[in-house]
């Protein structure tokens, strides 16, 4: 990966940045798909206009020193279409999504805020529906909404309704969870099935609908956070994997923790349903969206027990050990196939689509 | 090219005067075009590729196919690997790489 | 998913590897010709689990990576239009053209979409009255019917403001182009198994016998695949070279002739280039004088397009199996999956993007005889 130049002015007109974004001078959908496109992004063009010293800029929420408290601080803007969709809502991903960034620092999630933007021309019902759903799902995490702002667009700018929330969470002491914390030997956890969320939301989409009973596994994950901390505060990585799923996940933390990451492919819990939709699709489980589960890499003296305690939790009851790090291959990800040759699990380029070949 | 995927017909109907099922492809449901394959019904298999049945596929050949896999490790224990078999026949030495014959029993694998 | 996941399971999987280990005894090269032949042999990592002697050459069988550049480029500029809606699969938006991919176009203002069946593109016809709607039908024998049907269809219900760009491409002449070419290693062929279930296998047996290689119909799955080069082993070791049918369950010998009739009947056989290949006589099929009026190029007349591909790009060596992707200069360098030179990279299973993605991990050493690498005049 080419070095960044933080702090460098950003010349639009000579490009300052050793690894100027070769693909397109504007604004592409592969640049929101959560893989290597949208990472360029991040590191090639906002980074270096926002340069600070505060270290951990890619995790999933920022932890922050203030008064003498940490503070865990996170955003997540929320686009979505359909706005409903089979288990959920944009109204229920606006407020898990944000919980469970900052429950992926270890952070009781506290307090959030909420910016909608509205085209012009949405049937209220509709905004209300979403505010109500928004709501119910602030209450059941646990979380208030204590602040928040409107604005409308004109028709044909907005698909209907998208959300932004932002929030705030208090760490603990002896806490100090980020991707750069993986360690050889690390154990490699996940909670729970892995691609349910995306596949719920391709089922709905416009050229691609499937009939199928998958409903979003949105859910906040603070409460199965907080379970596996009481067994340990020492956890080393966490996340959840949301757009680009658990491969793109396991790649970030591999890189920022630069150590190797193998995985043993028969013990990804793919539930048969998201393996047929992918077959049919031509798609990864690996990278198809998750919005109610987590990875973490534990050390392998507390695996036990962190496995245990997730599992008696309701949204851990199915946590599998999946693999471990290793000192080969660091960065990289390989998985062992059930023929028992291996390959290598890249970052997606972009979105993933169906395929016919 | 060519990712075609066998799916179960759950029912058949008709689109614009062309025959149409709904097929099962293990808890994911998708329409798909009967036009080259009219005279499927449900509780047929068929293989489909983007949204058309190309083929109905042939439950009995598939299972026979699978038995002749499993097979294949049985006789192998049993008499050892064709081509130590043709060796044994013509009473020349076995070649290299290939499998004495098992006991007269053979062993599960 | 049944008829998938038992042709999936390890235990057969090694009793068939144990066959061909115990079988083979010398090297022998194979090809397998279908891109999604190639995408699950190393995606399940099948040809580490091979005898080290038994070579699998990945052939051109990617629909995406051999469609002309020039024709990639007549897509773009048809979707840029703006009274057009483009449809197309999924594989083909990373497609570089000379400048510029479908993503770009739709980043433009295009409107681009992704189906899964063309019949989805005719549906937004008849929904978009206004618009004019194009779907790009690129494919194998396999998706011919599919693309003939949907043509048929808007015939038969009169939908007018749909249209075909046309890049359908065959089998049996690749297979000849292949064989008759200079530097031509493969002994064998596996044979793609869904264009055999849709052109059955009639035209396969006399290739066999003018080439003397044998040619298995092979289908998908991992079992499928071994099966497939365990029954060629055989052949070769025993100096046969045949048609067998290893994939029964979806290949009948006469194969879908209602399929085969539409096909007749939509299409016409022509000379095609392949993209990194060059033309090879009657290798492709555009729209028949009937359906004529559907036809993309026909109703957009498409002019002043400059083609010009990447001149360090060896995708044809590649999908002719004259060259692994990795022993290219340009490979994981200039050329990766995120910066595509050649369609190979791009297409989930054209060869380059195949090893790129699963098979970094290895430092193969270039074969003995592998052609030099060319002199790197300019870039891109």
Known sequence: ?357 | MCLAVPGKVLATWEKDETPMATVDFGGVTKEVCLAYVPETTSDDYVIVHVGFALQRLDEQSALDTLELFRQMGELDAEFGDHWGRAADQAGLPRPAGTAEPASATPEGR | MKYLDEFSDPELARRLLDDIHQTATRPWAMMEVCGGQTHSIIRHGLDQLLPEGIELIHGPGCPVCVTPLEMIDKALEIASRPDVIFCSFGDMLRVPGSDRDLFRVKSDGGDVRVVYSPMDALEIARANPDKEVVFFGIGFETTAPPNAMTVHQAHRLGIENFSLLVSHVRVPPAIEAIMTSPGCRVQAFLAAGHVCTVMGTDEYPDLAERFGVPIVVTGFEPLDILEGIRRTVHQLEEGRHELENAYPRAVQRSGNPTAIAMLDDVFEVVDRSWRGIGMIPASGWRLSEKYRAYDAEHRFSVTGIDTHESTVCRSGEVLQGLIKPHECEAFGTLCTPRNPLGATMVSSEGACAAYYLYRRLETPTLRPGAAAPKEVTSVG
């Open chain 1, 1 to 357: 990966m080419a070095e960044q130049v933080v702090g460098a002015a950003l010349d639009f007109e000579g490009w300052t940045c050793p690894l100027p974004l070769r693909d397109s001078p504007t604004v592409v959908m592969g640049h929101g798909g959560g893989g290597a496109m949208s990472a360029e992004l991040i590191e090639h063009l906002f980074l270096p206009a926002l340069a600070n010293e505060a270290p951990e800029l890619l995790g999933d929420s920022a932890v922050l020193d203030l008064g003498g408290a940490r503070i865990a601080f996170s955003t997540d803007s929320f686009v979505v279409r359909p706005l409903f969709f089979p288990g959920g809502s944009i109204g229920d991903l606006a407020v898990n999504g944000t919980v469970n960034d900052l429950a992926m620092s270890g952070a009781t999630p506290a307090y959030l805020s909420a910016g909608f933007i509205l085209e012009e021309g949405t049937d209220l019902s509709v905004v209300g529906r979403v505010a109500e759903r928004l709501g119910a799902a602030a209450r059941a995490a646990g979380v208030s909404v204590v602040t928040g702002d409107t604005k409308v667009v004109d028709v044909g700018h907005g698909d209907g309704i998208y959300l932004n929330t932002a929030g705030i969470g208090l760490v603990p002491g002896g806490v100090d969870i980020g991707p750069h914390r993986a360690r050889v030997g690390d154990v490699v956890i996940v909670s729970g099935d892995i691609g349910v969320h995306g596949v719920a939301i391709m089922s709905v989409r416009d050229g691609l609908e499937f009939g199928t009973e998958v409903l979003s596994d949105c859910a906040p994950l603070s409460g199965l956070v907080a379970a596996m901390l009481d067994v340990t505060p020492d956890l080393h990585a966490l996340r959840d994997p949301t757009r680009g799923g658990l491969g793109t996940s396991l790649n970030e933390i591999a890189r920022a923790s630069e150590v190797g990451v193998e995985l043993d492919e028969g013990k990804l819990p793919v539930p048969d349903v998201v393996t047929n939709a992918c077959a049919f699709l031509g798609l990864d489980p690996l990278y198809v969206a998750n919005e109610g589960k987590l990875v973490a890499f534990v050390a392998p003296g507390d695996a036990e027990a962190v496995l245990e305690a997730m599992r008696r939790h309701p949204l851990g009851a199915d946590a599998a050990v999946i693999g471990t790090c290793v000192p080969e291959h660091p960065g990289m990800v390989v998985a062992r196939t059930g023929f028992g040759a291996t390959r290598v699990v890249d970052v997606p380029i972009g979105e993933q689509l169906p395929r016919i070949c």
